[in-house]
């Protein structure tokens, strides 16, 4: 610690205050803006913490989460969504582990702090108390398998290789254990509702539409004219045309090219829409990391006798994906997000089972409770990505350390 008599004076010390004082007040026109932004805050804050604990009626949330969640799948199933969860818990604290085999520290203060208040969250939420204990149970799985997963990796450091195939096979079980089949009792896609059916959908489309997407950009790039003329036109027509009518015409023109006996259930079909959509925007993206690599790596390559999907796996495509991270995340929010548009083509998303709760008479007029419940739900699925995606950034990003 320096003496006093070394310090700077108080004026000139990076305190909380001065930064104020430097960024806040100063100049005076500064200062003035300041207070006024602040005030009218404050007006806004006051007002909704007003209407939010004397005038609002939030029982209709807790009343209708199994709703909201989960729409009309049937409750005797529902253990099939927890084992479900369970599952996904505890292979997130696995590839939580194998992929930070390396870190030093797993469990620094801002992961413990996020982990405290997800801890909080889930004794806060408005159901039964023995379903919020069993939600702590899958945030303490969460944690104890990052834990094991870190041993496990630093003993086997290649496993980190096999942490997405893992995660496709979780896929299919997940699918199987929702839809029932070998085994369990079948439950039609017309029961998929409610979150569960946006979260389905944006994940499925999102695992499909990355590799569509880094295939049609390489395509795009290709000295082949007939392979760069497909791709690009793909690209085009499906950036060209509005999400809500490639929903449409999955919905009604994909049954007129297949047998009766192949057509696939409308959510598979609006699954399909979402990918060709979004993997078309996602090529863009890719292209533009793509093109930031300059090509004297890939002569360089060449002159080193590696062939062209080697220098493509090896040397270009993780240094272009790198670069359009942000890009590429933001792609994958746009298409969570997009799944609210499902609801046009029949399917039960968590906004349309929302506007079936306020036509409920006993729930006639809460319109913004419910609305601001799913706003916060969406907003926690896009801050996860968003907070995964700057981690992802902050771990490839070795070259400015």
């Given amino acids: 610690m320096l003496a006093s008599e070394t310090l700077p004076p108080p004026e000139m010390r990076d305190s909380p205050i001065n930064w104020a004082k430097k960024n806040l007040f ?214 060209g045309i509005p999400l809500v009518t490639i929903l449409f015409l999955g919905q009604v023109m994909v049954p007129l090219f297949l047998p009766e006996a192949w057509v696939p259930d409308n959510v598979f079909r609006a699954i399909i829409g979402l990918t060709l959509f979004s993997s078309a925007y996602l090529a863009e993206n890719v292209r533009g990391g793509l093109q930031s690599i300059p090509r004297g790596q890939s002569e360089a390559a060449s002159a080193l006798g590696l062939s062209v999907p080697l220098t493509l796996g090896l040397i270009v495509l993780p240094q272009a994906l790198k670069a359009v991270i942000p890009a590429i995340v933001g792609q994958f929010i746009s298409l969570f997000q997009d799944t609210t548009l499902l609801s046009l083509v029949g399917l039960v998303e968590v906004l349309k089972m929302s506007r079936s709760i306020l036509a409920n008479s006993d729930f006639g007029g809460r319109f913004i409770e419910v609305y601001l419940f799913d706003a916060l739900l969406f907003w926690c699925f896009c801050y996860a990505m968003s907070a995964g995606s700057r981690w992802v950034e902050r771990k490839v990003n070795t070259e400015h350390r």
């Fill in 26 to 239: 100063s100049p005076w026109y500064n200062a003035i803006i300041t207070v006024v932004l602040l005030g009218l805050l404050a007006y806004g804050l006051y007002n909704f913490i007003d209407w939010a604990t004397t005038q609002a009626k939030w029982d209709v949330i807790p009343r209708n989460l199994n709703l909201f969640v989960a729409g009309t799948y049937p409750k005797t199933e529902r253990w099939r969504l927890w084992v479900l969860l369970g599952i996904i818990a505890v292979m997130s604290g696995l590839s939580w582990g194998v992929i930070a085999r390396s870190v030093a520290k797993l469990y620094s203060r801002s992961i413990l702090i996020g982990i405290a208040i997800a801890a909080v969250v889930c004794l806060l939420v408005p159901t039964l108390f023995p379903f919020r204990l069993l939600l702590l149970a899958m945030l303490g799985a969460v944690v104890a398998m990052a834990w094991v997963g870190q041993q496990i990796g630093r003993k086997v450091p290649s496993l980190g290789q096999w942490v997405a195939l893992n995660w496709f096979l979780v896929l299919i079980v997940g699918w199987w254990l929702i839809g029932g089949g070998l085994g369990l009792r079948e439950i039609r896609s017309s029961s998929w509702q409610g979150l569960m059916l946006n979260v389905l959908t944006a994940v499925i489309s999102i695992l499909l539409s990355f590799p569509l997407g880094v295939i049609m950009a390489l395509g795009r790039r290709s000295s082949l004219p007939v392979v760069r003329a497909l791709c690009i036109a793909y690209i085009e027509i499906f950036r």
